[in-house]
């Protein structure tokens, strides 16, 4: 497996988007799914990271934005379901945990959702604590929201 930043309009990472909205529409009401679209996560302070397998095919994402106070927040974290169990996630978030403190970004923060126990489970194994919704969360049922504190590099 590799992992690398790459530009999120690209007809295999479209396609994950296309399978992680329809995921996260069969849990939750549309008003309560925050997901970025292509053109956000083609943002100048997003950056995406890309799960590929041996093969190059691509089998997992997720994006940082950088919030330029020393915040960001992970967007956008999927794994096909024939990838999941294989570490793909976990992989991941230690890269975009090592982008993120190369970004001067100290306090790393992300919004999921009840239903999703595995999710839950891997940030919190990933030393991920459970605080109150933030931004645009507060006051949503369907959100859980997590952070976890970064080394000063």
Known sequence: MTIAIEAPRQRELLELLRLSDEYALSLYPAESCYLLDVGELEG????????????????????LVNRRDGSGEL?????LDSARGRGVARALLAVIEECAGAQGIHTLQLETGPKQLDAVALYKSAGFRSIPNFGPYVGDQFSVCMEKRLPES
Request: hydrophobic share 55%; no cysteine.
């Open 75 to 79: 967007k956008r974290m999927f794994v």
């Open 44 to 63: 100048p302070d997003v950056t995406v990271f890309v799960s590929r397998a041996v093969s190059g095919m691509a089998n997992g994402m997720a994006a």
